[in-house]
């Protein structure tokens, strides 16, 4: 029976493939495990760091827990703009201890758009946009964005700042950075100047004819005490004459 001897070359060739196979498969990383439970905003904004304000505000109000709600029940998809804590060092001492309750739910939802809105979509979108935080269009609640490029500016008819990064997009959420606290009208506007009382009918005339009055008043007693001093100072002459 002949033996079957492999060429030296062709082994040589089978025992290099054979090594290589056997350290790929050894080395390949595993995959990255995806993340562990629902989409959770504060712990997105915790992980990008300096949003500690905001995170309390969102807490603290309770819409965190709205948003999480809404982004893990909802195909419709959320965006939130997140000022960093230096905008929040930056607005007038006092600002937030001012406002109610209410009004700090209203200033966090203000910060909401109730659908996913990729950054390049905000050169098509229709203003005034939509909040959370109620009807932008009886002039309560506007938020405008414009574009100039690849910057896009926001305004709410208080404040003007600009998106400076993109924290967290997926999308179902995304987060973008703006430089200021997004102040709504409603909210930090200049209240209407209080309007004059009207007057009552009638009584522009009365105050125009009351002087007048006065000095035809005036000038009628006069002349009857003249009238009178004459008529006297006659009867007295008289008098004399035929004494």
């Known amino acids: 029976m002949r ?46 760091g300096q949003f500690s304000m905001f995170i309390r505000l969102l ?21 939130l703009f997140a000022p960093p804590d230096n905008a929040f060092s930056s607005l007038k001492s006092g600002t937030l201890n001012s406002l109610t309750d209410q009004d700090k739910v209203e200033l966090v939802q203000f910060h909401v758009l109730p659908t996913f809105v990729p950054l390049a979509q905000f050169q098509t979108v229709s203003n005034p946009l939509r909040t959370q935080a109620g009807n932008a269009n009886n002039g309560q609640f506007p938020l405008n ?15 003007d700042t600009t998106v400076s990064n993109t924290i967290y997009t997926d999308g179902n959420l995304a987060i973008y950075q703006v430089d200021k606290v997004l102040l709504p009208l ?10 004059a009382p009207k007057p009552e009918n009638g009584s522009s005339s009365s105050s125009a004819d009351s002087p007048i009055s006065a000095k035809d008043d005036d000038t009628s007693g006069v002349m009857g005490l003249q009238q009178h001093v004459i008529l006297s100072l006659g009867a007295a002459f008289v008098s004399l004459f035929f004494l």
């Open 59 to 79: 807490k603290s109000t309770q819409v965190a827990d709205q948003i999480n709600t809404q982004l893990n029940n909802s195909n419709q998809g959320l965006t």
């Open 186 to 195: 409603d909210l930090f506007g200049a209240p209407p100047p209080a309007l």
């Open 3 to 48: 033996n079957f001897h492999l060429p030296s070359t062709l082994l040589l060739v089978l025992t290099i493939l054979h090594c290589t196979t056997t350290t790929s498969f050894a080395q390949s990383p595993a995959q990255a495990p995806a993340p562990s439970g629902p989409t959770n905003c504060t712990k997105i904004l915790e992980k990008a």
């Open 145 to 159: 964005v414009t574009t100039a490029g690849n910057q896009v500016n926001v305004t709410t008819g208080v404040v």
